[in-house]
């Protein structure tokens, strides 16, 4: 059952620290932890201290129950989709609230299709 906590908890943390698109070394310095010790925490190799798993929630803005992997919202992080920003269209705020999770080979191609739509939905006009 540790193990399984230790992997679930680091799974969260990796997921809503990529949601946010920090770094490791960033997360790290923000919790007051050596990047090398908030790393084993990602990979499952250790539980942090209450303390240190407070600031951990704080800092990637998830529950301690998602992080915990507790309740019907595991593994969710709790940051709600962004108001838009004056004159942003609802929709495209609520798409860019996606893409800050994909890596960047997945952005790189997104970016590839919509070049093309845009070509030859222009080029019917």
Not at 46 to 73: F, K
Request: net charge positive; proline share 7%; hydrophobic share 40%.
């Amino acid at each position: 059952m540790d193990e399984k906590l230790r992997h679930a908890l680091g799974d969260a943390a990796r997921a809503a620290r990529l949601r946010l698109g920090l770094t490791q070394a960033e997360v790290a310095k923000k919790v007051r932890l050596k990047s090398g010790v908030y790393g084993r925490v990602e990979r499952g190799a250790m539980v942090p201290s209450v303390p240190t798993l407070r600031r951990i929630c704080e800092t990637l803005a998830i529950s301690s129950d998602a992080l915990l992997s507790l309740g019907t919202q595991a593994h969710e992080a709790t940051v709600p989709t962004p108001p838009p920003k004056a004159g942003e269209h609802p929709e495209l705020s609520r798409i860019i609230h996606i893409l800050q999770s994909w890596p960047p080979e997945r952005l790189a191609l997104l970016r590839k299709l919509l070049e093309t739509a845009d070509t030859h939905l222009s080029g019917e006009s």
